[in-house]
């Protein structure tokens, strides 16, 4: 599946000894896919790539993912309204939060966090 058009930046720099460095990122500037909302890629000067995106779901509710060259594992964060509600890294620990609320002089359902290895 097509994901849009990506706009590229490439820098190029010498080490010390004169060998040539490249790095290459790459930004989502026009999207084909409505659920998509931003991608970057990003390839480092060893060749290795990463890459970040975010995805509307239902609602309010959006996911946030990033890969790294050092792990399999895609990280992923759930966010509704701009607050993170659960997150597994690259390592592969899920931590989830849930946050708490005063309305008429009631509080409802105080902070917790708990971690998932």
Do not use: H
Not at 90 to 101: L, V
């Amino acid at each position: 599946m097509e994901e849009g058009v990506f706009s590229s930046r490439t820098q190029t720099r010498f080490n010390a000894v004169g060998g040539l460095l490249v790095s290459v990122q790459k930004q989502l500037s026009s999207k084909l896919n409505n659920t998509l909302e931003k991608k970057v890629i990003a390839m480092n000067e060893r060749g290795l790539t990463s890459a970040d995106w975010t995805v509307y779901n239902n609602g309010t509710k959006r996911s946030r993912y990033n890969t790294v060259p050092t792990s399999n594992i895609t990280a992923e964060t759930a966010v509704v309204d701009g607050f993170a509600l659960s997150q597994k890294d690259t390592a592969g620990i899920t931590t989830t939060a849930t946050r708490s609320y005063t309305a008429g002089k009631v509080s409802y359902l105080a902070c917790r966090r708990k971690y998932i290895t």
